[in-house]
């Protein structure tokens, strides 16, 4: 439950070792650069790169991994991944060591594959712009196919006939046509297309002598022609020139299947070694631009990195064979810095750290809520999703997945997170008996189980919403004032005591005071706790009303405003209520569960092929309502401790810690070792 505390420290390297020193900083994953440009006041860990470092022979790693990129872009989607794309997505990476890469890199010409395959897209692109333009112009001579004169009277004519080619409605094209024979005095041609129906225009072909042209263009446009270009190259007749379209189009689908091919065998031969070496530049780039972050003299640099306080040992073992050629100053943060942010929570509770971070992550000096939060969160979940035989569905997928592939990082925290969110509905299902739905009660083949299941329940929704409905107003009672409470003994900490009696204290009498009134009221506990409640909440009102204006000028609008705040406890009202979703998300996924049972009894009566639609129904219904309702699970159980809990404590504005360390996407690098 809370933010690591980091230390600063200043690395001052002969040159002679910084490359050795950046490379076991970039092993041991604990430093995060602080770029020289900061002055003292580091707010990001992006660095930028000397014109020292790049002297280091380095020039060409930026053009090479430009050429790895695209090679990527381009052949990956045609490499066929062994085992999918799954497997590589969440299977483990291949191990390689930093030495290796680098021979590999030595020993592949990058310029030479992705000039290969910047002429194969090359070809790839022309190609198919032949076939897309071919097409079209077949598209329009298939409409004028009945057009018996060659199209170069079209495109060229003659010197005393002309042609022109374009588009009429088909309502006029017995206008034009009358038109036509008039303003061409019958020394013309004139083609319309057939009409196919509904078809609202068609196309129309006019040839006639250049000493009409004024006269035979006016009328076609006064009957709505529209002049189109006949395309360049279209010479012979329509027919003819779609015979010859269509051969051509069968050279340069066979010239597409060639490139095609030749991309295909350039994946499966360059792709697996140009992600290895992808992974080899990127590492190697943020090692220059690391040596270039720091201050440099004729024959030392200075560097500087922010370090967790617990690691500064390991970093000082790592260095110690370069005690001669460097110095290590290590100081506290100064009141003007800002630290990354590092959480630091106990085992179990790293699961739900991703929910953190995608919120925001706390300042430095803040609470992390994240221990906090997630045994609210954990019954929420299940609350919301409700069914213990979508718990098991989901609990199945995601310990399959944990067990079968190596995960790490955040992608292990958030499937541990989900199989926890399904060990919590299991639960629930359990006890409102639920499993998928009414399952167990609307299919006689489980009636032997019903015992059992019936042996635990302690509570039905369906039946009985009501109860349920006052456990979920409970829990967001009692999460609420437990937010209030953390952020009394936040500004107690702080120093704050006003506003931790003053404003957390006197909102926790007065919400304490209604509850206790409110349950003495209807008979609990008698005329004795109905007047601890009132005096708990005039106590806290008081408190209110003397504090939350105190920052106010005068003593009257002190007190005005003091007043005024006591609105605010419509706002926990409302925070109280958003609690309802407990109960709504879980009706809604028991009611759909048992829409998909009831359904798949009505057709199962149904001869020959009613249980083959019993079974789509209920496999395809009962998948599709676990996916819906396990996202709406995350996503209300999320929004509660956003929206209702953050905001009584919760500080933001931190930055996530971003080390230099071996950044890969493809490969597993066991060693950062300079040749």
């Known amino acids: 439950m809370a933010v690591t505390k980091f230390k600063k420290i200043r690395i001052l390297s002969h040159h002679e070792a910084l490359d050795h020193v950046i490379a076991e900083i970039q092993k041991i994953g604990c430093c995060e650069i602080i770029d020289r440009d900061d002055g003292g006041n580091e707010t990001g860990s992006v660095v930028s790169t000397s014109d020292r470092s790049r002297d280091r022979g380095s020039l060409d790693l930026d053009s090479s991994l430009s050429d790895v990129r695209f090679i990527l872009r381009f052949l990956e989607p045609l490499y066929k991944e062994e085992g999918g794309k799954l497997e590589r997505i969440l299977g483990p990476k291949p191990s390689v060591s930093f030495s290796d890469l680098s021979l590999l890199k030595k020993s592949t010409d990058i310029s030479m594959i992705n000039s290969e395959a910047r002429a194969i897209e090359r070809q790839l692109t022309e190609t198919r712009s032949e076939l897309a333009q071919i097409a079209n112009q077949s598209l329009l001579l298939d409409s004028i196919k009945g057009f018996t004169l060659p199209l170069w009277m079209i495109s060229r004519g003659t010197g005393k006939v002309m042609g022109v080619m374009g588009t009429i409605a088909s309502s006029q094209a017995s206008a034009l046509e009358s038109d036509f024979s008039n303003a061409s005095q019958g020394e013309g041609h004139i083609f319309i297309a057939p009409v196919l129906e509904k078809q609202p225009e068609t196309n129309a072909v006019l040839v006639f002598s250049r000493s009409r042209e004024s006269a035979v263009m006016e009328l076609a446009v006064k009957n709505g022609f529209s002049r189109i270009e006949c395309p360049q190259g279209l010479e012979m007749t329509p027919g003819e020139e779609l015979e010859r379209l269509e051969g051509l189009a069968a050279e340069l689908k066979t010239r597409l299947e060639e490139a095609e091919k030749k991309a295909y065998s350039l994946a499966q031969s360059w792709v697996p070694i140009v992600r290895k070496l992808n992974d080899f530049l990127n590492v190697s780039i943020a090692r220059r ?324 639609l019993a079974a789509l129904i209920f496999f395809g219904g009962h998948l599709f309502s676990v996916v819906v309702n396990v996202l709406g699970a995350f996503i209300h159980s999320l929004r509660l401790q956003y929206v209702e809990f953050f905001s009584k404590f919760y500080s933001g504005g931190g930055r996530i810690f971003s080390p230099l360390k071996f950044e890969t996407r493809y490969t597993n690098i066991t060693d950062g070792t300079i040749e």
């Open 289 to 612: 631009d690391a040596a270039g972050s720091g201050e440099s003299t004729t024959m030392v640099s200075i560097l500087r990195f922010w370090v967790p306080a617990d690691r500064t040992g390991d970093l000082e073992k790592a260095l110690a064979p370069y005690s001669g050629l460097i110095d290590v100053l290590t100081e506290d943060p100064a009141p003007e810095d800002h630290p990354p942010i590092l959480l630091d929570n106990p085992l179990w509770a790293r699961p739900f750290g991703p929910l953190t971070k995608l919120y925001g992550m706390p300042s430095y000096k803040g609470i992390d809520p994240t221990v906090l939060m997630a045994p609210f969160f954990f019954l929420f979940f299940g609350m919301c999703l409700g069914d213990g035989g979508y718990g098991l569905i989901m609990g199945a997928f995601f310990l399959f997945a944990l067990v079968r592939y190596k995960l790490s990082g955040d992608t292990k925290n958030f499937f541990v997170l989900l199989l926890l969110g399904s060990v919590s509905t299991i639960m629930v299902g359990a006890v409102t008996g639920s499993w998928l739905g009414d399952m167990v009660d609307a299919f006689g083949i489980f009636s032997f189980i019903r015992p059992l299941k019936e042996s635990v329940v302690l509570l039905r929704p369906m039946s009985d919403p009501i109860t349920f409905l006052g456990i979920s107003l409970a829990l967001g009672v009692v999460q609420i004032l437990f937010g209030i409470l953390i952020a009394m003994w936040d500004a107690l900490r702080k120093g704050d005591i006003i506003a931790a009696l003053g404003d957390q204290g006197g909102w926790f009498m007065l919400i304490v005071g209604i509850l206790v009134w409110g349950a003495g009221s209807m008979g609990m506990g008698g005329e004795g706790l109905i007047l601890t409640g009132k005096g708990l909440a005039a106590l806290g009102a008081l408190t209110l009303v003397a504090t939350q204006g105190r920052e106010k000028p005068g003593v009257i609008r002190k007190a005005v405003f003091g007043v005024l705040s006591l609105y605010n406890v419509t706002s926990y009202l409302g925070d109280v209520l958003s609690y309802s979703r407990l109960l709504a998300l879980g009706l809604a996924t028991s009611a759909i569960a048992m829409i998909v049972n009831t359904l798949t009894n009505l057709v199962s009566g149904i001869p020959y092929v009613g249980w083959v």
